[in-house]
């Protein structure tokens, strides 16, 4: 099942179902152009995972770490569906990085690897919209990774069984492919990244972990269209503008 959150034309937050053609909620059919898609959670963190797939690293000209590198986008970050994304201005470069993301589904602390897709809720698309300028000149990130709308994410949350191990990740500017990677391609894989985070922190239920991006980044302009594909997902849409 495909589930979403949406604002119907009332103006209610809904939890409905998404369905090729349609979303249904309560008895009630609504076209996807007819609502506003939201993020499909309502985190209180985004986990994001550094450098966890090699090609990545290596275009990054990086080592692959011994352990998770992890970082925090807040819930300012987020962004939806259709949504057009406001990037800082005056900067050379700001990337598009298309993740598979985790949706935590309950409170959680000291998971080990072998229960941790117990705590899964299930998964959805983000794109860790990245400020090279600045991430390059800081240790902490907070300017390159945390500014308003950096996470746009969803459409949906999709049940754990419809993403494959192998699930395809993929990125589209304006229709043209820039990066593709799968599931199977984490250096740390999914368990093993929630083992890691719950040793340190408590995660709340609609806390989401951002996996980390395949190789492929680069620079956004004014007015690109970008399409995040996650197998089993679906395609999570939002245009940028740059002032």
Aim: aromatic share 4%.
């Amino acid at each position: 099942m495909h589930h979403v959150r949406f604002r119907d034309p009332a103006g209610a937050v809904r939890q409905g179902e998404w369905h090729e053609d349609a979303i249904t909620f309560g008895g009630e059919r609504y076209d996807h152009d007819e609502v506003d898609i939201l993020p499909p959670c309502e985190p209180s963190k985004i986990v994001c995972i550094g450098r966890n797939y090699a090609e990545h690293a290596a275009e990054m000209d990086n080592d692959m770490p011994n352990r998770p590198l992890l970082f925090l986008k807040p819930p300012n970050t987020l962004a939806g569906h259709g949504d057009t994304v406001t990037l800082p201005a005056d900067k050379e470069r700001i990337d598009h990085e298309a993740e598979l993301a985790v949706v935590i589904g309950e409170q959680c602390r000291h998971v080990d690897a072998e229960d941790a897709m117990d705590v899964v809720a299930g998964f959805t698309c983000l794109n860790d919209l990245s400020n090279r300028d600045d991430q390059n000149k800081e240790q902490n990130w907070v300017r390159g990774k945390a500014f308003d709308g950096s996470a746009p994410m969803g459409p949906v949350l999709a049940d754990p069984e419809h993403v494959p191990d192998d699930a395809a990740v993929e990125l589209r500017v304006n229709g043209d492919l820039r990066q593709e990677g799968s599931r199977d391609q984490l250096f740390f894989d999914v368990p093993t990244l929630i083992e890691e985070i719950t040793t340190y922190l408590t995660l709340e239920p609609g806390d989401v972990i951002s996996t980390g991006t395949p190789a492929g980044v680069g620079p956004l302009e004014d007015g690109d269209t970008v399409e995040v594909i996650v197998e089993g997902v679906g395609t999570l849409e939002h245009d940028v503008r740059i002032p």
